[in-house]
């Protein structure tokens, strides 16, 4: 089969790597422009570009794909397959009527569970134990095509998203090989989604979801640590100081009223929560410093209790 892969970043990286790896003909790499970063507005290649060019895929960077001229070179490519992995844009319908076979996207949930923007996120947000990846045929509608497979995976109790969309990146590469190999063989059935108010949907995060609350519960807490990393961050305000917060565990039962510092040391900064619980912050980033552990922080900026 003739393979098309869409894809920006890391996420997709992995999952072209998977495919090549496991011998399948991608003759062409989809991927955004380079685009300027970093202090010195460098422009920068996205990493399906970088690991494209270094496996000798073709590589294209259309600025829109409704562009009818990128249409034309897209048909010429006579694909078979498209596959679309964290590609960054929406895609018109002329595009997903190109490929003969199919075009399949990889999306990092368990779908109809938490389409849209940040899935990997939204997990940990809420508190979920389980998530994964799901591969579903390409419609208009966002993220709303039949299920071709899904594969899941739990989320560790201290995993924070950014450890997460490491392993379902790879989980995604496995995917979509397997989703290509029922393709091919003519074995891939589908199951429409039906989204009903069970289901929550992944909108993308904001610098407004980063304040902690500390009258909320300790577990919440400790879930919106690790539901932001690495952007934008869990932020709070304590002894004078502002941080992001990185890492942080549940501690035990406490009286104290919710934001009161209850401790500061090897441990971490324990600070009591709104439930009667505290909160061990273990690891931050003071503004205009540098992500360290609480323990190596207190010893440069002691807390007075």
Not at 158 to 175: C, K, T
Not at 252 to 275: R, Y
Request: with cysteine; net charge neutral; hydrophobic share 40%.
């Amino acid at each position: 089969m003739r393979v098309v892969f869409m894809g920006t970043p890391a996420f997709g990286a992995a999952v072209l790597r998977r495919l090549v790896e496991d011998g399948w003909n991608v003759i062409a790499a989809y991927t955004q422009p380079d685009k300027p970063k970093n202090r010195g507005m460098k422009l920068t290649a996205s990493p399906v570009k970088e690991y494209a060019v270094t496996a000798g895929i073709p590589v294209y960077q259309p600025v829109s794909c409704r562009d009818e001229a990128v249409l034309a070179e897209l048909r010429g490519l006579e694909p078979d397959v498209i596959v679309v992995a964290a590609y960054g844009k929406i895609l018109p319908q002329a595009l997903l009527d190109i490929p003969k076979t199919a075009i399949i996207n990889v999306h990092s949930s368990l779908l109809p569970q938490y389409r849209g923007a940040a899935p990997i996120n939204w997990a940990i947000l809420n508190g979920d134990s389980e998530t994964g990846v799901s591969v579903q045929y390409m419609v208009r509608e966002l993220d709303a095509g039949d299920i071709l497979l899904s594969k899941t995976t739990p989320i560790g109790p201290d995993e924070d998203a950014s450890q997460l969309y490491d392993r379902l990146a790879l989980l995604g590469g496995e995917a979509a090989s397997e989703a290509l190999t029922r393709l091919r063989d003519g074995t891939a059935g589908r199951t429409p989604q039906v989204y009903g108010p069970q289901y929550r949907y992944a909108s993308m995060l904001s610098r407004e979801m980063s304040p902690m609350d500390w009258t909320r519960p300790a577990q919440a807490l400790k879930d919106q640590v690790r539901g932001l990393v690495p952007w934008p961050c869990a932020t709070t305000d304590v002894a004078g100081a502002r941080w992001k917060v990185f890492a942080a565990r549940v501690g035990g039962e406490t009286a104290k009223a919710p934001g009161t510092v209850l401790s500061a040391g090897k441990a971490g900064i324990e600070v009591a929560c709104g439930d009667g619980r505290s909160l061990f912050i273990t690891e931050l980033q003071a503004d205009g410093g540098k992500r360290m552990k609480a323990a190596d922080y207190l010893r440069g900026h002691p807390i007075k209790i």
